[in-house]
């Protein structure tokens, strides 16, 4: 693979993705938008788009939203719309397996539900009010942080797709 022209700064993209956390938006949402401009998106659209993959999607605490919106970044720039393209969708399918192994090897799970209990959360399948208490229990801030790195780590390495 070879790296792009405009590597994307890490740290920059990772805190980006915070921001928008601690700013109000879900899981999925600040990691998604955090990258809306190599999609070729408006940050609103991308905002939009994931939406509903918050809360381990929509509040079922399944996979973390931050782990989904790679996968959904990862397939912007990465994918296929050929189905017959197998070694595109071979190479996609390891790319996400990749980021989210490293994901799972720093916090043992990509279970929502499972990451907020490891913090002693029992979370409801309804959206909670943002409050300081709110952010100040909630260790998603990190689930965020870390898959806005993987996830400008993984595009520095080349290969992406102009939107």
Known sequence: MSAPDNPINVTAKAD??????????????????????EMGLERDTALRMASGMGGGIGGLRMTCGAVSA???VLGSLRGYSDAADHECKKQLYADIQR?????????????????LMQSGIVA????????????????????????????????NKGE???P
């Open 16 to 37: 980006l993705a915070r921001s928008l956390y601690l700013n109000g938006y879900n899981c999925a949402q600040a990691v998604f938008a955090a990258f809306s401009e």
């Open 70 to 72: 790679m996968a959904m």
């Open 99 to 115: 980021l989210h192994g490293a994901f799972v090897e720093v916090h043992g799970t990509s279970n929502c539900r499972e990451l």
């Open 124 to 155: 409801k399948a309804q959206p909670s009010e943002r409050t300081p208490e709110y952010y100040r229990t909630r260790p998603c801030a990190r689930y965020i942080e870390l898959c806005g790195r993987l996830l400008a780590e993984e595009l």
């Open 160 to 162: 992406q797709v102009s």
